[in-house]
């Protein structure tokens, strides 16, 4: 069987080691967001592919759930002292080397679908991992400040900085009408059994991966089951700042309304939680085939459960 | 009094702690060899520059005489995890933060010169701290290999992977002829009331430093005392491969060959160790001023007594 998922941090991460897990002879090709991607003292930082490689390769911080385990910060310590910043990111040591390879490889022409490849090499994640795009697309989040008025902010600076504090005006995935699916995103769709979308941020995730030219048209016409998962549990987000993010694309932080705004031109089946069992008969009247089961990625266990209840739900749309 | 000294890395850093011992009111210039600069991981490194600014900021690693104290290696061991090369060169996670503020700022289009000032803003090492050049110049040393035949290294690779173990057949100061002095460099020198060569390898070091059109002839016109201190003592240099690299320009290596290198013409004084008395009459008679006293730079008392030599005698040739 061959899946495709599409995939943003944390979320998508955990997901992913569930679904391994539930289907450990299916060729799984993940396709990554790049929306989030800064440029760091001069490095090129892919936070999200990065979550995905070291989730799945084993290099992960597990409770933080992003950056790399057994982590130092001398580096970041040494910029400090020069005065050089942000501070407000955490790059640890390892993960600079990391970043450290990718700007080079970029430098010397790789575009980042082929770095990605050469630093998954290493890391084995038992996964394909293609970013979205090779181009460069950056989210920007829209907030009004007090001092300078309404202005746009890149994503990492209205989450890691100011922890999606303010509202979010608009959500721009800046170079994205420009951009080109990677090398092997569509042929990948189109050789698809199966699409998921995991319970990754519907907005600054899974939204810019379907920002990219090309790809939510390849994955309406692949005429196989695409099936979601809710990031969204009794009202609010598993972690991070879906609320407000779908709030800036006028969309209620409801397991049923992030089905509804997908919709049943891209989406055959929507899983929600089992708190949120009573939005069942809303996205299943929209023409969406909807279950309420448990949602939290508490362990590999549970989440294994939630990718077996995605592929199951695939199968039942299929029929 | 304004003192212009001519550096290369460990020998010409421990001299220069000794100057400002020696001459604690004085305005001391340091003109840095960059030709030993390299890329490596797509960061620029200024080993030169950064063992004078580590050693007088306080930052170096005593024992070693180049590199941080209290290093950590987790970048590299990460580096190498990538398989990303090379392994030779030993860069520790602070030295790495160095080399990151260094290369985004050239990437934003900062001339070297100006990074090595704001880099010397942390460092405060005591002296104006200018690179030779802020053009690319590169010292390649032509070895003959078994496998490949005659060919040119990185003098990095030259001296920290091959241990300057085959024969130097040239020594090539790559760009040299096309770099012109650093903003700053021909200016301290036509100011200065002292220019001092300190105990560096006189082909790699002060060689290449004087390969760049206008500086040699700056120091010639400048009117003022010249005086340099012997790297070679005993027959062989204190530190380093100062006899492989001297072989390969054609000079002998002894304490009086190398003053009659640098020439009556730039010379004005020199100093020889202890041990090589007996060279002191062949330098007078080709009319450069010679005396013998200690040349180990054991301690920083050491160090600074002959910083006070070299001054006593500018201040001789001077009358």
Chains 1, 2 share one sequence.
């Not at 992960?60 to 910060?73: K, V, Y």
């Not at 189109?190 to 699409?195: E, L, Q, R, W, Y």
């Not at 939680?273 to 089961?293: F, K, L, Q, S, Y």
């Amino acid at each position: 069987m061959r899946i495709v998922v599409l995939a943003g941090g944390i979320g998508g991460a955990r997901f992913l080691r569930g679904l391994k897990a539930a289907a450990p002879e299916a060729e799984v090709t993940v396709i990554g967001n790049t929306g989030d991607d800064i440029h760091l003292f001069g490095l090129k930082v892919c936070p999200d592919l990065d979550t995905v490689m070291y989730t799945l390769g084993g290099g992960i911080h597990e409770e933080q759930g992003w950056g790399r385990a057994d982590e130092s910060f001398a580096v970041k310590q040494e910029l400090s002292a020069y005065g050089v910043g942000p501070e407000w990111f955490g790059l640890g040591d390892r993960d600079f080397a990391t970043h450290i390879v990718r700007t080079q490889m970029i430098a010397a022409g790789y575009p980042l679908s082929a770095v990605t490849e050469a630093l998954c090499a290493r890391w084995q994640p038992g996964v394909r991992l293609i970013p979205m795009t090779d181009d460069r697309v950056e989210t920007h989040v829209v907030i009004d400040t007090p001092d300078e008025g309404r202005k746009a902010v890149h994503f990492q600076e209205y989450w890691v900085r100011l922890h999606a504090g303010p509202d979010a005006r608009a959500v721009l995935p800046v170079g994205a009408e420009q951009s080109k699916p990677a090398p092997g995103v569509i042929e990948a769709i189109a050789a698809a059994d199966v699409v998921i979308f995991p319970p990754s941020n519907p907005v600054v995730s899974v939204g810019s991966i379907l920002a990219v030219p090309g790809i939510r048209e390849a994955i309406a016409d692949a005429g196989v089951p695409v099936v979601g998962l809710s990031p969204i549990v009794g009202g609010a987000p598993v972690r991070g700042m879906a609320d407000k993010v779908l709030a800036a694309v006028g969309v209620e932080a409801d397991a049923a309304a992030v089905a509804l705004h997908y919709g049943s031109g891209l989406l055959d089946g929507w899983l929600v939680d089992t708190a949120d069992a009573d939005r069942v008969a809303e996205v299943d009247r929209a023409g969406i085939r909807c279950r309420a089961v448990p949602l939290m990625m508490t362990d590999v266990a549970a989440t294994t459960a939630m990718a077996r209840e995605a592929l199951a739900l695939a199968e039942e749309v299929r029929a």
